[in-house]
Protein backbone atom coordinates (compact mmCIF):
# COMPACT_ATOMS: atom_id res chain seq x y z
CA UNK A 1 0.00 0.00 0.00
CA UNK A 2 2.05 3.18 -1.45
CA UNK A 3 2.21 6.24 1.63
CA UNK A 4 -0.77 8.56 1.01
CA UNK A 5 0.83 12.29 -0.13
CA UNK A 6 0.11 13.50 3.56
CA UNK A 7 2.35 10.25 5.26
CA UNK A 8 4.76 10.71 2.70
CA UNK A 9 5.38 14.60 3.48
CA UNK A 10 5.68 13.86 7.28
CA UNK A 11 7.93 10.36 6.83
CA UNK A 12 10.12 12.58 4.24
CA UNK A 13 10.17 15.33 7.14
CA UNK A 14 10.80 12.99 9.75
CA UNK A 15 13.78 11.74 7.82
CA UNK A 16 15.41 15.18 7.34
CA UNK A 17 15.17 15.66 10.42
CA UNK A 18 17.47 12.53 11.65
CA UNK A 19 14.99 9.81 11.92
CA UNK A 20 15.08 7.23 9.55
CA UNK A 21 11.53 6.16 7.77
CA UNK A 22 11.39 2.60 6.66
CA UNK A 23 7.84 3.12 4.76
CA UNK A 24 9.33 5.89 2.84
CA UNK A 25 12.65 4.55 2.48
CA UNK A 26 10.39 1.17 0.55
CA UNK A 27 9.24 3.92 -1.77
CA UNK A 28 12.34 5.26 -2.61
CA UNK A 29 13.78 4.90 -6.47
CA UNK A 30 16.73 3.56 -6.98
CA UNK A 31 17.71 3.22 -3.61
CA UNK A 32 16.82 4.48 0.17
CA UNK A 33 20.52 5.74 -0.27
CA UNK A 34 19.15 8.95 -2.24
CA UNK A 35 17.23 10.31 0.97
CA UNK A 36 20.41 11.29 2.39
CA UNK A 37 21.09 13.72 -0.38
CA UNK A 38 17.94 16.10 0.65
CA UNK A 39 19.19 15.33 4.47
CA UNK A 40 22.45 16.79 3.76
CA UNK A 41 21.24 19.53 1.49
CA UNK A 42 18.68 20.77 4.38
CA UNK A 43 21.18 20.89 7.27
CA UNK A 44 24.33 22.21 5.03
CA UNK A 45 22.01 24.82 3.62
CA UNK A 46 20.86 25.83 6.95
CA UNK A 47 23.88 25.78 8.62
CA UNK A 48 24.82 27.99 5.88
CA UNK A 49 22.13 30.44 6.54
CA UNK A 50 22.82 30.48 9.81
CA UNK A 51 26.50 30.94 9.10
CA UNK A 52 25.79 34.32 7.04
CA UNK A 53 23.62 35.95 10.27
CA UNK A 54 25.76 34.99 12.90
CA UNK A 55 28.89 35.86 11.86
CA UNK A 56 30.48 36.69 14.26
CA UNK A 57 29.50 33.98 17.00
CA UNK A 58 31.81 31.92 13.66
CA UNK A 59 34.61 33.90 13.74
CA UNK A 60 34.94 33.40 17.32
CA UNK A 61 34.39 29.54 17.09
CA UNK A 62 35.86 29.13 13.49
CA UNK A 63 33.72 27.31 10.70
CA UNK A 64 34.05 23.63 11.42
CA UNK A 65 33.07 23.72 14.90
CA UNK A 66 30.11 26.38 14.00
CA UNK A 67 28.71 23.78 11.72
CA UNK A 68 28.09 21.43 14.51
CA UNK A 69 26.80 24.04 16.39
CA UNK A 70 24.20 24.59 14.13
CA UNK A 71 23.45 21.68 12.93
CA UNK A 72 22.54 20.80 16.58
CA UNK A 73 20.20 23.57 16.41
CA UNK A 74 18.94 23.05 13.62
CA UNK A 75 17.13 19.64 14.43
CA UNK A 76 15.32 21.37 17.39
CA UNK A 77 14.84 24.38 15.60
CA UNK A 78 13.62 24.11 12.14
CA UNK A 79 12.62 27.26 9.97
CA UNK A 80 8.61 27.77 10.39
CA UNK A 81 8.57 30.13 7.47
CA UNK A 82 10.94 30.61 4.08
CA UNK A 83 12.38 33.77 4.67
CA UNK A 84 15.85 32.60 6.21
CA UNK A 85 16.74 36.15 6.76
CA UNK A 86 14.40 35.50 9.84
CA UNK A 87 15.90 32.22 10.49
CA UNK A 88 17.61 32.25 14.26
CA UNK A 89 15.86 34.35 16.46
CA UNK A 90 16.49 30.95 19.21
CA UNK A 91 19.93 30.65 18.31
CA UNK A 92 21.23 32.94 21.10
CA UNK A 93 19.09 31.32 23.67
CA UNK A 94 20.69 27.52 22.28
CA UNK A 95 24.09 29.11 22.38
CA UNK A 96 23.61 30.38 25.84
CA UNK A 97 22.43 26.42 27.21
CA UNK A 98 25.58 25.15 25.37
CA UNK A 99 28.02 23.31 26.60
CA UNK A 100 29.59 25.92 24.06
CA UNK A 101 29.11 28.82 26.64
CA UNK A 102 30.80 26.72 29.53
CA UNK A 103 34.03 28.05 28.21
CA UNK A 104 33.18 31.15 25.93
CA UNK A 105 30.67 32.61 28.53
CA UNK A 106 30.41 35.61 26.43
CA UNK A 107 29.55 33.76 23.35
CA UNK A 108 25.58 34.17 23.62
CA UNK A 109 25.91 37.76 23.75
CA UNK A 110 27.64 37.71 20.32
CA UNK A 111 24.78 35.90 18.97
CA UNK A 112 22.82 38.65 20.42
CA UNK A 113 24.54 41.24 18.72
CA UNK A 114 24.78 39.38 15.72
CA UNK A 115 20.72 38.79 15.86
CA UNK A 116 20.30 42.55 16.56
CA UNK A 117 22.64 43.60 13.50
CA UNK A 118 20.72 41.51 11.18
CA UNK A 119 16.98 42.26 12.41
CA UNK A 120 18.34 45.75 11.78
CA UNK A 121 19.73 45.45 8.68
CA UNK A 122 16.35 44.38 7.54
CA UNK A 123 13.99 46.53 9.22
CA UNK A 124 11.72 48.98 7.31
CA UNK A 125 13.86 52.39 6.90
CA UNK A 126 10.46 54.41 8.78
CA UNK A 127 10.45 57.69 9.30
CA UNK A 128 13.44 59.01 11.61
CA UNK A 129 12.99 62.09 14.06
CA UNK A 130 15.57 64.67 12.55
CA UNK A 131 16.00 68.19 14.91
CA UNK A 132 13.92 70.15 12.80
CA UNK A 133 10.97 67.78 13.22
CA UNK A 134 11.24 69.06 16.95
CA UNK A 135 11.68 73.32 16.23
CA UNK A 136 7.95 73.72 16.56
CA UNK A 137 7.69 71.45 20.30
CA UNK A 138 8.07 74.39 22.87
CA UNK A 139 10.96 73.77 25.26
CA UNK A 140 8.37 73.37 28.45
CA UNK A 141 6.25 70.49 26.27
CA UNK A 142 9.59 68.62 25.55
CA UNK A 143 10.36 66.74 28.86
CA UNK A 144 6.24 65.06 28.77
CA UNK A 145 6.94 63.90 24.97
CA UNK A 146 6.90 59.81 24.35
CA UNK A 147 8.70 59.07 21.79
CA UNK A 148 9.67 55.53 19.87
CA UNK A 149 12.94 53.66 18.66
CA UNK A 150 13.09 53.44 15.00
CA UNK A 151 12.36 50.02 13.57
CA UNK A 152 15.34 48.03 13.78
CA UNK A 153 17.16 49.87 16.82
CA UNK A 154 17.65 47.61 19.86
CA UNK A 155 19.83 47.34 23.27
CA UNK A 156 22.10 44.83 23.86
CA UNK A 157 24.42 45.32 26.98
CA UNK A 158 26.96 42.58 28.30
CA UNK A 159 29.04 42.36 31.16
CA UNK A 160 31.74 41.48 28.62
CA UNK A 161 33.46 43.92 25.88
CA UNK A 162 30.79 42.50 23.53
CA UNK A 163 32.32 45.93 21.25
CA UNK A 164 36.05 44.63 21.20
CA UNK A 165 35.35 41.10 21.21
CA UNK A 166 33.23 41.82 18.08
CA UNK A 167 35.72 44.07 15.82
CA UNK A 168 38.49 41.84 16.83
CA UNK A 169 36.74 38.93 15.39
CA UNK A 170 36.17 40.95 11.91
CA UNK A 171 38.27 39.66 8.84
CA UNK A 172 41.47 41.15 8.32
CA UNK A 173 41.40 42.74 12.55
CA UNK A 174 44.68 42.38 14.35
CA UNK A 175 45.24 39.22 16.45
CA UNK A 176 45.74 41.76 19.75
CA UNK A 177 43.72 39.64 22.92
CA UNK A 178 40.82 40.99 23.92
CA UNK A 179 40.78 41.69 28.06
CA UNK A 180 37.54 39.70 29.00
CA UNK A 181 37.80 41.47 32.78
CA UNK A 182 37.65 45.05 31.24
CA UNK A 183 34.42 45.76 31.64
CA UNK A 184 30.81 45.25 30.20
CA UNK A 185 28.92 47.62 27.55
CA UNK A 186 25.60 49.04 26.63
CA UNK A 187 25.56 49.36 22.94
CA UNK A 188 22.56 50.27 20.71
CA UNK A 189 22.48 48.25 17.21
CA UNK A 190 20.85 51.09 14.78
CA UNK A 191 19.92 50.60 11.01
CA UNK A 192 22.11 53.29 8.82
CA UNK A 193 20.90 53.54 5.15
CA UNK A 194 23.61 51.07 3.79
CA UNK A 195 23.95 48.76 6.74
CA UNK A 196 23.51 48.09 10.15
CA UNK A 197 26.36 49.34 13.28
CA UNK A 198 26.22 50.03 17.14
CA UNK A 199 27.54 52.39 19.16
CA UNK A 200 28.76 52.51 22.91
CA UNK A 201 26.20 54.33 24.69
CA UNK A 202 26.90 55.13 28.85
CA UNK A 203 24.76 53.31 31.49
CA UNK A 204 22.47 56.41 31.90
CA UNK A 205 22.17 56.78 28.18
CA UNK A 206 20.82 53.00 27.86
CA UNK A 207 18.71 53.34 30.52
CA UNK A 208 17.32 56.24 28.65
CA UNK A 209 16.81 54.75 25.48
CA UNK A 210 14.89 51.72 27.59
CA UNK A 211 12.90 53.99 28.73
CA UNK A 212 11.92 55.74 25.31
CA UNK A 213 11.28 52.27 24.16
CA UNK A 214 8.56 51.62 26.93
CA UNK A 215 7.00 54.42 26.09
CA UNK A 216 7.81 56.67 29.10
CA UNK A 217 7.95 60.40 28.67
CA UNK A 218 11.21 61.24 27.88
CA UNK A 219 11.45 62.75 31.88
CA UNK A 220 10.30 59.90 32.95
CA UNK A 221 12.82 58.05 30.86
CA UNK A 222 15.53 60.63 32.00
CA UNK A 223 14.48 59.70 35.52
CA UNK A 224 16.07 56.19 34.72
CA UNK A 225 19.68 57.52 34.72
CA UNK A 226 22.10 57.88 37.57
CA UNK A 227 22.34 61.05 39.42
CA UNK A 228 23.29 63.98 37.29
CA UNK A 229 21.98 62.43 34.29
CA UNK A 230 22.04 64.82 31.15
CA UNK A 231 19.00 64.67 29.84
CA UNK A 232 19.46 67.00 26.63
CA UNK A 233 22.64 65.84 25.66
CA UNK A 234 21.52 61.71 25.57
CA UNK A 235 18.61 63.34 23.70
CA UNK A 236 20.84 65.08 21.56
CA UNK A 237 23.00 62.22 20.79
CA UNK A 238 20.04 59.76 20.54
CA UNK A 239 18.50 62.71 18.16
CA UNK A 240 21.85 62.88 16.02
CA UNK A 241 22.03 58.87 15.48
CA UNK A 242 19.17 58.98 14.07
CA UNK A 243 17.32 56.15 16.36
CA UNK A 244 14.36 58.47 17.33
CA UNK A 245 10.58 58.21 15.62
CA UNK A 246 7.51 59.30 16.26
CA UNK A 247 5.19 57.70 18.39
CA UNK A 248 2.74 55.02 15.79
CA UNK B 1 -5.24 31.13 -20.55
CA UNK B 2 -1.68 33.10 -22.19
CA UNK B 3 0.95 33.23 -19.75
CA UNK B 4 1.84 36.99 -19.28
CA UNK B 5 5.09 37.91 -20.24
CA UNK B 6 5.27 41.34 -19.63
CA UNK B 7 7.70 43.19 -21.41
CA UNK B 8 9.76 40.04 -21.88
CA UNK B 9 7.62 38.69 -25.04
CA UNK B 10 8.20 35.02 -25.62
CA UNK B 11 10.38 34.85 -28.76
CA UNK B 12 12.90 37.36 -27.79
CA UNK B 13 16.31 36.38 -27.83
CA UNK B 14 17.05 37.53 -24.24
CA UNK B 15 18.72 36.21 -21.43
CA UNK B 16 18.78 37.90 -17.87
CA UNK B 17 20.97 37.41 -15.04
CA UNK B 18 20.07 36.58 -10.83
CA UNK B 19 20.91 39.54 -8.82
CA UNK B 20 22.88 38.29 -6.21
CA UNK B 21 24.21 40.16 -3.15
CA UNK B 22 27.84 40.36 -3.90
CA UNK B 23 26.82 41.30 -7.58
CA UNK B 24 24.35 44.57 -6.47
CA UNK B 25 26.38 47.38 -5.94
CA UNK B 26 28.27 46.69 -9.29
CA UNK B 27 24.65 46.51 -11.20
CA UNK B 28 23.53 49.68 -9.60
CA UNK B 29 26.64 51.84 -10.69
CA UNK B 30 26.97 50.49 -13.84
CA UNK B 31 23.63 49.12 -14.96
CA UNK B 32 24.96 46.46 -17.53
CA UNK B 33 23.08 45.07 -20.85
CA UNK B 34 21.27 42.42 -20.00
CA UNK B 35 17.95 40.84 -20.57
CA UNK B 36 16.46 41.42 -17.85
CA UNK B 37 17.13 40.68 -13.73
CA UNK B 38 15.99 37.89 -11.96
CA UNK B 39 15.30 37.58 -7.84
CA UNK B 40 14.61 35.03 -5.20
CA UNK B 41 11.33 35.92 -3.92
CA UNK B 42 12.55 34.94 -0.04
CA UNK B 43 15.52 37.40 -0.37
CA UNK B 44 13.48 40.44 -0.42
CA UNK B 45 10.94 40.33 1.68
CA UNK B 46 12.36 41.38 4.72
CA UNK B 47 13.25 44.72 3.81
CA UNK B 48 16.79 45.04 3.01
CA UNK B 49 18.59 47.97 1.81
CA UNK B 50 18.94 45.47 -1.38
CA UNK B 51 15.05 46.09 -1.75
CA UNK B 52 15.57 49.94 -2.26
CA UNK B 53 18.56 49.13 -4.94
CA UNK B 54 16.00 46.73 -6.71
CA UNK B 55 13.70 49.44 -6.44
CA UNK B 56 15.58 51.46 -8.36
CA UNK B 57 17.18 49.04 -11.18
CA UNK B 58 13.47 48.61 -12.04
CA UNK B 59 13.46 51.52 -14.47
CA UNK B 60 15.74 50.02 -16.74
CA UNK B 61 15.34 46.39 -16.42
CA UNK B 62 12.53 43.93 -16.81
CA UNK B 63 12.16 42.04 -13.30
CA UNK B 64 11.79 38.17 -13.10
CA UNK B 65 10.52 36.95 -9.61
CA UNK B 66 11.48 33.76 -8.54
CA UNK B 67 10.18 32.06 -5.54
CA UNK B 68 11.45 29.24 -3.89
CA UNK B 69 9.17 29.13 -0.95
CA UNK B 70 5.23 28.65 -1.87
CA UNK B 71 5.48 24.88 -1.74
CA UNK B 72 3.41 24.68 -4.61
CA UNK B 73 3.40 20.46 -3.57
CA UNK B 74 2.43 20.80 0.18
CA UNK B 75 -0.76 18.73 0.75
CA UNK B 76 -1.13 20.66 3.77
CA UNK B 77 -1.92 23.74 1.17
CA UNK B 78 -0.23 27.31 1.06
CA UNK B 79 1.40 29.19 4.34
CA UNK B 80 -0.81 32.44 3.49
CA UNK B 81 1.02 34.79 5.38
CA UNK B 82 3.92 34.11 3.11
CA UNK B 83 1.24 33.92 0.21
CA UNK B 84 0.44 37.59 1.47
CA UNK B 85 3.92 38.63 1.77
CA UNK B 86 5.15 37.58 -1.96
CA UNK B 87 1.91 38.81 -3.51
CA UNK B 88 2.56 42.26 -1.91
CA UNK B 89 6.16 42.09 -3.40
CA UNK B 90 4.73 41.15 -6.68
CA UNK B 91 2.54 44.35 -6.71
CA UNK B 92 5.22 46.34 -5.84
CA UNK B 93 7.71 45.25 -8.07
CA UNK B 94 5.74 44.84 -11.00
CA UNK B 95 7.87 41.60 -12.80
CA UNK B 96 7.63 40.43 -16.27
CA UNK B 97 7.93 36.73 -14.66
CA UNK B 98 7.21 35.16 -10.71
CA UNK B 99 7.57 31.36 -11.11
CA UNK B 100 8.06 28.78 -8.44
CA UNK B 101 9.09 24.86 -8.71
CA UNK B 102 7.54 21.42 -8.80
CA UNK B 103 8.08 20.48 -5.64
CA UNK B 104 7.54 20.83 -1.68
CA UNK B 105 9.42 22.27 1.13
CA UNK B 106 6.81 22.26 4.19
CA UNK B 107 4.90 20.29 6.27
CA UNK B 108 2.99 20.52 9.51
CA UNK B 109 4.46 24.32 9.93
CA UNK B 110 8.06 23.49 9.23
CA UNK B 111 9.78 24.82 6.26
CA UNK B 112 13.06 22.42 4.96
CA UNK B 113 14.92 24.76 2.44
CA UNK B 114 14.80 22.69 -0.31
CA UNK B 115 13.11 21.17 -2.94
CA UNK B 116 11.88 18.41 -1.98
CA UNK B 117 10.58 15.48 -4.76
CA UNK B 118 6.70 14.61 -5.38
CA UNK B 119 5.30 11.36 -6.39
CA UNK B 120 3.88 12.08 -9.74
CA UNK B 121 0.14 10.53 -8.88
CA UNK B 122 -3.46 11.70 -9.32
CA UNK B 123 -3.69 12.48 -5.90
CA UNK B 124 -0.16 15.09 -5.71
CA UNK B 125 -1.71 16.48 -9.03
CA UNK B 126 -4.86 17.89 -7.70
CA UNK B 127 -2.94 18.94 -4.91
CA UNK B 128 -0.43 20.76 -6.72
CA UNK B 129 -2.94 22.01 -9.35
CA UNK B 130 -5.39 23.60 -6.10
CA UNK B 131 -2.27 25.38 -4.89
CA UNK B 132 -1.16 26.90 -8.13
CA UNK B 133 -4.67 28.03 -8.31
CA UNK B 134 -4.36 29.68 -5.07
CA UNK B 135 -1.19 31.29 -5.79
CA UNK B 136 -2.05 32.86 -9.18
CA UNK B 137 -5.73 33.59 -7.88
CA UNK B 138 -3.61 35.58 -4.56
CA UNK B 139 -1.51 37.06 -7.33
CA UNK B 140 -3.96 37.86 -10.33
CA UNK B 141 -1.96 36.79 -12.89
CA UNK B 142 -0.74 33.59 -13.91
CA UNK B 143 2.41 31.76 -12.86
CA UNK B 144 5.28 29.48 -14.47
CA UNK B 145 6.27 26.11 -12.65
CA UNK B 146 9.54 25.05 -13.03
CA UNK B 147 10.69 21.06 -13.44
CA UNK B 148 12.69 20.24 -10.75
CA UNK B 149 16.41 18.53 -10.50
CA UNK B 150 15.24 15.13 -8.62
CA UNK B 151 17.75 12.80 -6.67
CA UNK B 152 15.03 10.26 -6.53
CA UNK B 153 11.65 8.91 -7.63
CA UNK B 154 8.90 7.00 -5.96
CA UNK B 155 7.37 3.53 -6.77
CA UNK B 156 3.90 5.28 -6.21
CA UNK B 157 4.32 7.67 -9.57
CA UNK B 158 2.21 6.44 -11.95
CA UNK B 159 2.90 9.60 -14.51
CA UNK B 160 5.75 10.76 -15.73
CA UNK B 161 7.22 14.32 -15.27
CA UNK B 162 6.33 15.88 -18.51
CA UNK B 163 2.92 14.50 -18.69
CA UNK B 164 2.74 15.62 -14.77
CA UNK B 165 3.39 19.31 -15.78
CA UNK B 166 1.43 19.66 -19.03
CA UNK B 167 -1.33 18.14 -17.15
CA UNK B 168 -0.79 20.91 -14.58
CA UNK B 169 -0.90 23.71 -17.32
CA UNK B 170 -3.51 22.10 -19.08
CA UNK B 171 -5.79 22.82 -15.60
CA UNK B 172 -4.55 25.45 -13.49
CA UNK B 173 -3.61 27.47 -16.70
CA UNK B 174 -0.36 28.01 -15.68
CA UNK B 175 3.10 28.40 -17.48
CA UNK B 176 6.13 26.20 -17.51
CA UNK B 177 9.57 27.44 -16.66
CA UNK B 178 11.61 25.16 -18.62
CA UNK B 179 14.85 24.15 -16.80
CA UNK B 180 17.38 22.52 -19.15
CA UNK B 181 19.84 21.93 -16.73
CA UNK B 182 17.25 20.24 -14.05
CA UNK B 183 16.27 17.72 -17.27
CA UNK B 184 19.87 16.72 -17.61
CA UNK B 185 20.46 16.34 -13.91
CA UNK B 186 17.07 14.37 -13.41
CA UNK B 187 17.35 12.32 -16.25
CA UNK B 188 21.34 11.68 -15.17
CA UNK B 189 20.00 10.73 -12.11
CA UNK B 190 16.92 8.55 -12.40
CA UNK B 191 18.24 6.75 -15.66
CA UNK B 192 15.62 8.83 -17.85
CA UNK B 193 15.83 10.02 -21.35
CA UNK B 194 16.19 14.18 -21.71
CA UNK B 195 14.36 13.72 -24.79
CA UNK B 196 11.02 13.06 -23.11
CA UNK B 197 10.88 16.78 -22.10
CA UNK B 198 10.42 17.87 -25.40
CA UNK B 199 7.24 16.13 -25.75
CA UNK B 200 6.09 19.26 -23.05
CA UNK B 201 3.19 21.54 -24.92
CA UNK B 202 5.32 24.30 -26.45
CA UNK B 203 3.10 27.49 -25.76
CA UNK B 204 3.06 26.61 -22.05
CA UNK B 205 6.40 27.31 -21.37
CA UNK B 206 7.68 30.67 -20.88
CA UNK B 207 11.08 30.83 -19.79
CA UNK B 208 14.19 28.92 -19.88
CA UNK B 209 16.54 28.17 -17.12
CA UNK B 210 20.13 26.98 -17.74
CA UNK B 211 22.93 26.32 -14.72
CA UNK B 212 26.14 24.60 -14.32
CA UNK B 213 25.96 21.37 -11.92
CA UNK B 214 28.22 19.45 -10.34
CA UNK B 215 29.37 15.54 -10.52
CA UNK B 216 29.39 13.71 -6.83
CA UNK B 217 29.97 9.92 -6.40
CA UNK B 218 28.30 8.46 -3.78
CA UNK B 219 29.48 4.71 -2.89
CA UNK B 220 30.71 4.48 -6.75
CA UNK B 221 27.66 5.92 -7.76
CA UNK B 222 27.93 9.20 -10.16
CA UNK B 223 25.03 11.66 -8.87
CA UNK B 224 24.52 14.85 -10.57
CA UNK B 225 23.61 17.66 -8.37
CA UNK B 226 22.14 20.82 -9.20
CA UNK B 227 24.58 23.75 -6.95
CA UNK B 228 24.20 26.30 -9.79
CA UNK B 229 27.82 27.07 -8.94
CA UNK B 230 29.41 26.97 -12.07
CA UNK B 231 29.21 27.37 -15.64
CA UNK B 232 26.95 25.80 -18.02
CA UNK B 233 27.99 22.52 -19.21
CA UNK B 234 28.30 21.47 -22.91
CA UNK B 235 26.13 18.65 -22.62
CA UNK B 236 23.11 21.00 -20.89
CA UNK B 237 24.22 23.62 -23.98
CA UNK B 238 23.73 21.17 -26.68
CA UNK B 239 20.33 20.19 -24.86
CA UNK B 240 19.42 23.54 -24.71
CA UNK B 241 20.15 24.04 -28.63
CA UNK B 242 17.57 20.98 -29.23
CA UNK B 243 15.12 22.92 -26.82
CA UNK B 244 15.21 25.86 -28.86
CA UNK B 245 15.33 23.97 -31.83
CA UNK B 246 11.86 22.22 -30.68
CA UNK B 247 10.08 24.89 -29.00
CA UNK B 248 11.40 28.48 -30.12
CA UNK B 249 13.29 31.33 -27.78
CA UNK B 250 12.23 32.13 -24.60
CA UNK B 251 13.32 34.43 -22.14
CA UNK B 252 16.24 32.81 -20.49
CA UNK B 253 18.30 32.69 -17.02
CA UNK B 254 21.84 31.84 -16.55
CA UNK B 255 21.35 30.75 -12.71
CA UNK B 256 24.75 31.02 -10.96
CA UNK B 257 24.16 31.39 -7.12
CA UNK B 258 27.50 29.64 -5.48
CA UNK B 259 31.05 30.10 -6.87
CA UNK B 260 29.90 33.28 -8.00
CA UNK B 261 32.37 34.53 -10.78
CA UNK B 262 33.18 37.85 -11.88
CA UNK B 263 29.94 39.91 -13.42
CA UNK B 264 31.36 40.23 -16.43
CA UNK B 265 32.06 35.84 -16.80
CA UNK B 266 28.02 35.72 -15.37
CA UNK B 267 27.29 38.28 -18.47
CA UNK B 268 29.18 36.47 -20.80
CA UNK B 269 27.14 33.28 -19.81
CA UNK B 270 24.00 34.67 -20.22
CA UNK B 271 25.29 36.33 -23.57
CA UNK B 272 25.56 33.17 -24.96
CA UNK B 273 22.46 31.88 -23.91
CA UNK B 274 20.60 34.78 -25.74
CA UNK B 275 22.72 33.67 -29.14
CA UNK B 276 21.13 29.99 -29.27
CA UNK B 277 18.34 29.11 -31.85
CA UNK B 278 19.72 32.54 -33.91
CA UNK B 279 19.39 32.06 -37.72
CA UNK B 280 22.57 30.74 -38.39
CA UNK B 281 23.61 30.38 -34.63
CA UNK B 282 21.38 27.12 -33.40
CA UNK B 283 24.36 25.50 -34.82
CA UNK B 284 26.87 26.92 -33.35
CA UNK B 285 26.01 26.51 -29.74
Known amino acids: MPLALRDLQRAFAAHLAGDDQPALAAEVRPGAARLGIHRHHVLDSLASALAATFPTVQAVVGADYFRGLARAFIGGSLPVQPVLAEYGADFPAFVAGHDVSRGLPYLADVARLDWALNLAFHAPAGDRLVAADLATVPADRLPALRLALAPGTALVGSPYPLDRIWRASQPGAPADPVDLASGGVHLLVLRRPDDAVFVALSAGEAAFARGIAEGLSLEDAAGRGASGFDLSAAFARLLGLGVLAAVQ | ?285
Open chain 2, 1 to 285: MQPVAGQLIVGQPVAGIGLRAPHLAEIVRERPATGFLEIHAENYLAGSPALQALESLRSDYALSIHAVGLSLGSVEGLDEAHLARVAALVKRVEPALVSDHLSWSSVDGRYFNDLLPLPYTEESLAVVVRNVQHVQEALGRTISVENPSCYLAFAQSTISEPEFLAELSRRSGCGLLLDVNNIAVTAHNLGLVANDWLDLPGEAITQYHLAGHAANDADGERILIDDHGSRVSDGVWSLFAEVVERFGRRPTLVEWDTDLPALPVLLEEAARAASVGGRGAARAA
